[in-house]
C-alpha cells in the first residue's frame, strides 16, 4: 500500500476502486483490511481537500468578498412583489 498524499481526484479515484471492490463480495478475506487501511488515507485525503476548500469559501463570504452575488447587499433585491 502506497501512502496517499495525491490530489482529491487520485484519491477519489482510489475509494471508488475500493468501494467496487468490496461491493462484489468476492475480496479475499486477506486484502479486505489492506483495502480499508487504504481507503482510510484516500477518505483523509479527500476530507482535507473539501475542508480546505469550506475555509477559504468560509473566509471569503465572512469578508464579505461574495459581493458580486445577487442579493449580497440586500437579501430582498431579488424578490419581486
Known amino acids: ?3 496517499m ?3 482529491y481526484r487520485e484519491a477519489y479515484a482510489t475509494l ?7 461491493e462484489t463480495g468476492e475480496a479475499d478475506l486477506d486484502r479486505v483490511l489492506p483495502l480499508l487501511e ?3 488515507g484516500a477518505y483523509a485525503v479527500c476530507r ?3 475542508e480546505a476548500v469550506r475555509a477559504v469559501l468560509a473566509g471569503e ?4 468578498e461574495d ?4 442579493g449580497a447587499d440586500d437579501p430582498d433585491e431579488d424578490e419581486e412583489l
Do not use: K, V
Not at 471508488?16 to 468490496?22: D, G, K, N, V, Y
Not at 463570504?61 to 464579505?64: E, K, P, T, V
Open 1 to 3: 500500500m502506497r501512502p
Open 5 to 7: 498524499n495525491g490530489s
Open 16 to 22: 471508488s476502486r475500493i468501494a467496487a471492490e468490496l
Open 38 to 40: 487504504e481507503a482510510r
Open 48 to 50: 482535507e481537500r473539501i
Open 61 to 64: 463570504w465572512a469578508l464579505g
Open 67 to 70: 459581493s458580486d452575488l445577487p
